[in-house]
């Protein structure tokens, strides 16, 4: 039977593709066989600090004095036990954001004993010279230089919520100046808890509320902290009281 030109072409299409796949098929059972443009999932490991300027036996001039590791991107927070104090604090300094710190911002700390402790030992100070020992607002800087007494936080300042704390303890408020230069976030969240101690006073303390959300928290525990997100203040529409 004659082969027609278009036969032929398809039988030696056939007998190419067969020759390709038995090609393949190599006694070595460690060996892939022939791989198909292998760069592309067998790509050279790169590890940081490495000259590069030489893969595969190929000079790359360019890359000879360039490490692999790159510098982390603007904002990059490091995964640390501490990340609670490396996170940013979104809330503006403004009326608006003191009114929204107070409605979003909770506690990320677990209010155990070692937390009051300590956030006592943080009060006792930078705290009494104004707000006095027991939080009566009659510290030294009161009642000796006659500056004008803060309200006590069993009084005026007894339902004072924890983001407003926080806020203030940052950016400063009144007569109040800022603290962010002297405690860091988790400092400062430790010493709010010893001042809700003061709050209740002999009442007991409720543990801080899981639910709430805090803009200066990390998304970990930290000395039995509850997970935390970042507030974003320019998605609250909501106005002061």
């Known amino acids: 039977m004659k082969l027609t030109e278009n036969n032929l072409s398809l039988h030696l299409t056939y007998l190419a593709l067969a020759i390709f796949t038995l090609s393949g098929c190599i006694r070595d059972e460690n060996s892939p066989g022939y791989e198909y443009m292998p760069d592309m999932y067998r790509s050279p490991a790169i590890e940081a600090y490495v000259d590069y300027g030489q893969i595969r036996d190929t000079l790359r001039p360019i ?27 979104t809330i503006p300094n403004t009326v608006e954001g003191y009114e929204l710190a107070g409605r979003v911002l909770r506690s990320p700390l677990a209010f ?28 030294p800087v009161v009642e000796i230089g006659g500056h004008p007494a803060p309200g006590a936080y069993n009084g005026p300042l007894k339902d004072l919520p924890q983001g407003k704390m926080f806020h203030t303890l940052t950016y400063g408020k ?23 101690k003061l709050q ?6 409720a ?35």
């Open 112 to 139: 155990t004993e070692e937390v009051v402790n300590e956030g006592a030992q943080i009060y006792n100070n930078f705290c009494t010279q104004c707000h006095g020992a027991e939080g009566l607002g009659n510290g």
């Open 63 to 89: 890359l000879m004095h360039t490490i692999s590791a790159r510098k982390p991107v603007a904002g990059t927070v490091p995964n640390t036990l501490v990340a609670l104090n490396d996170m940013p604090y």
């Open 174 to 196: 009144g007569a109040m100046g800022s603290h962010a230069s002297q405690l860091t976030k988790l400092e400062r969240w430790k010493v709010i808890s010893y001042v809700v």
């Open 207 to 241: 543990e801080t509320d899981s639910t709430g959300v805090s803009a200066a928290g990390a998304g970990q525990n930290t000395n039995g902290a509850s997970p935390v997100r970042n507030v974003d203040s320019s998605q609250s529409k909501e106005q002061p009281n």
């Open 200 to 205: 209740k006073g002999d009442e007991e303390t």
